[in-house]
Each structure stands twice: as structure tokens, then as C-alpha cells.
T-cell receptor
Framework: GESVGLHLPTLSVQEGDNSIINCAYS??????FIWYKQESGKGPQFIID?????DKRQGQRVTVLLNKTVKHLSLQIAATQPGDSAVYFC?????????????FGKGTLLTVNP | DTEVTQTPKHLVMGMTNKKSLKCEQH?????MYWYKQKAKKPPELMFV???????INESVPSRFSPECPNSSLLNLHLHALQPEDSALYLC???????????FGDGTRLSIL
């Protein structure tokens, strides 16, 4: 069935290090992937997105990689800062029919140690 | 500050009460969404409105009743809720299904 899952529920890094958060998906009909950051007491905040016709997309300090062969998505955060501490969700929007709803993965809690 | 505004931020109600959650966006987005999020879990889709018409109802119990009065507003009417309905209720909007959804900060709902 369709699912979006994460390899690790928690990730702890030192300030200044690079962080990598991984996500696997099982439905090959996925067209659109989004990473969200959710801080305590707030709603999910859009970070970066990528469509299935791309392998890589870069933003400010963030890079998303999409490997369609192994159905794997990753979010790389460069020079991680304490303000990056949050739960990170990958999410997908399927293609066709009623699959266009947004489905979230379980989330990874990123903790940045000063 | 989020561009999607939700009120109230917190709500405590009894199981016999009727209350409404409100959501507003002025980004011209034509799709609006309600999600429910339990602690330490991802958001789960409840309803989708497209061009002010209900397009998805994820088998949500009838004690939750959505309403879209116009393209900027989305309401969620609550009646006879159960304690397990206590959660964070999130509203989101997007230009279309394949554009990023922008979320409000939610209403923290507690059912006594």
C-alpha cells in the first residue's frame, strides 16, 4: 500500500555539522514530495519541495535528493543551527484519481546540540 | 507569522457543547484543508475543499462538520465530541494540489 516512512525517529547533531534526514516511499505513482519543519506549538512549515522529474533541488542551506530507483528521499541541512531543532516530516502528493491528497511520513525529531 | 490564521488557539469544551474552529487565508489559494494531529504523530487529513466545494472527506465522523463560506474562509463545526477527539486541528491552503500547502498554527482542542 501507499506509505511514506522514515528510517530514524530521532537525530542528534552538533551545531555546525550537516544533518541528513531520510525518507522512503512505497508508491511509484508519487509526483510531488515536500519537506516540512514543525516546531513545538506551531503548524508545519514548508521547507522545500521536489517533483518526480527532478533528482535534486537546493534551497538556502537545504538540499533535497530524490532517488526514484530505490524510492528514497532525503533532506540535507548544511551547518545545522540550534534553530533547526524541530520535527521534520516528508510528505507526498500522489498522482491521478483521488491520490492527490498530502500524506505525511512519521517524522524525525532533530536535536541540535550547542 | 503564518499566512493562514486559525482561531481560537486553544479550546476546551464539554462533550455536549457546540463550537466552531475558524481558518482564514488571503493568499488567493483555491484549495483548503483540515487536518487532525495527535501528539507525536503526523497530521492526518480530514477534509479538502477545492473552489469552495468539498472534494474529499476522509470518512470523518459526522460530529465534525466542515463549511467553506467563501474562498478565504474555512470553518469546522464541532458537536458532541468525544475525549479521543482532543488534538491539534490544523488548517492549510494551497494554490492547487501540486503546490505546497501552507499551514496555520492550529487550534489545540481539549474535550472534557
Amino acid at each position: 500500500g501507499e506509505s511514506v516512512g522514515l528510517h530514524l525517529p530521532t537525530l542528534s547533531v552538533q551545531e555546525g555539522d550537516n544533518s541528513i534526514i531520510n525518507c522512503a516511499y512505497s508508491n511509484s505513482a508519487s509526483d510531488y514530495f515536500i519537506w516540512y519543519k514543525q516546531e513545538s506549538g506551531k503548524g508545519p512549515q514548508f521547507i522545500i519541495d521536489i517533483r518526480s522529474n527532478m533528482d535534486k533541488r537546493q534551497g538556502q542551506r537545504v538540499t533535497v535528493l530524490l532517488n526514484k530507483t530505490v524510492k528514497h528521499l532525503s533532506l540535507q541541512i548544511a551547518a545545522t543551527q540550534p534553530g533547526d531543532s524541530a520535527v521534520y516530516f516528508c510528505a507526498r502528493v500522489g498522482s491521478g484519481g483521488s491520490n492527490y491528497k498530502l500524506t505525511f511520513g512519521k517524522g524525525t525529531l532533530l536535536t541540535v546540540n550547542p | 507569522d503564518t499566512e493562514v490564521t486559525q482561531t481560537p488557539k486553544h479550546l476546551v469544551m464539554g462533550m455536549t457543547n457546540k463550537k466552531s474552529l475558524k481558518c482564514e487565508q488571503h493568499m488567493g489559494h483555491r484549495a483548503m484543508y483540515w487536518y487532525k494531529q495527535k501528539a507525536k504523530k503526523p497530521p492526518e487529513l480530514m477534509f479538502v475543499y477545492s473552489y469552495e466545494k468539498l472534494s474529499i472527506n476522509e470518512s470523518v465522523p459526522s460530529r465534525f462538520s466542515p463549511e467553506c463560506p467563501n474562498s478565504s474562509l474555512l470553518n469546522l463545526h464541532l458537536h458532541a465530541l468525544q475525549p479521543e477527539d482532543s488534538a491539534l486541528y490544523l488548517c492549510a491552503s494551497s494554490q492547487d494540489y501540486y503546490q505546497p500547502q501552507h499551514f496555520g498554527d492550529g487550534t489545540r482542542l481539549s474535550i472534557l
